[in-house]
């Protein structure tokens, strides 16, 4: 025979896990939307990029075609919101797939304008920065 005390416990950890699945559900639906308006900004980065290649006004520092400048805005959008995610309490935290993704996108982009040589440790640099951001502005 159970107790009232008892089933009122039983009652609260039900109550808990529910509200932790319903957080679960509402951190991925923002993720889902954070991802969506990082897709919008690329795709917007990368027509004003095509355009400014067709109309001849995309600046030419070495060899580096559209492509690099269209990387290279995903890369840097992505680690921005990464970091705006790691200041603000209120958005989900960036993953390490955040900046492992960012990474890639910045070292592809920038392969086009400084070469292999030179992209890899000045990458390692941000991405090192950018670590070291989110541990100081990690809310828990």
């Given at each position: 025979m159970?107790?009232?005390?008892?089933?009122?416990d039983n009652?609260?950890?039900?109550l808990?896990e529910?509200?932790?699945e319903q957080?679960?559900?509402?951190d991925?639906?923002?993720?889902?939307?954070?991802e969506?308006?990082w897709?919008?900004a690329?795709l917007i980065w990368?027509?004003?990029?095509?355009?400014?290649?067709?109309?001849?006004?995309?600046p030419?520092?070495?060899?580096?075609?559209?492509w690099?400048?269209?990387?290279l805005?995903?890369?840097l959008?992505?680690l921005?919101?990464?970091?705006i995610?790691?200041?603000?309490?209120?958005l989900?935290?960036?993953?390490?797939?955040d900046?492992?993704?960012s990474?890639l996108?910045l070292i592809?982009?920038?392969?086009?304008f400084f070469?292999?040589?030179i992209?890899?440790?000045?990458l390692?640099?941000?991405i090192?920065a950018a670590?070291v951001?989110?541990?100081?502005?990690?809310?828990?």
């Open positions: 159970t107790t009232y005390s008892q089933e009122s009652s609260n950890v039900a808990e529910l509200k932790g957080d679960k559900m509402r991925a639906a923002d993720r889902k939307r954070l969506s308006l897709w919008a690329v990368a027509g004003a990029v095509f355009a400014a290649d067709y109309l001849a006004i995309l030419q520092f070495r060899e580096e075609s559209p690099s400048w269209i990387f805005g995903a890369g959008f992505g921005a919101g990464a970091l995610r790691t200041a603000n309490v209120q989900p935290k960036p993953t390490g797939w900046y492992f993704w990474a996108f592809v982009g920038a392969t086009g070469g292999g040589g992209t890899f440790p000045i390692l640099v941000v090192g670590t951001a989110n541990q100081l502005f990690r809310h828990n």
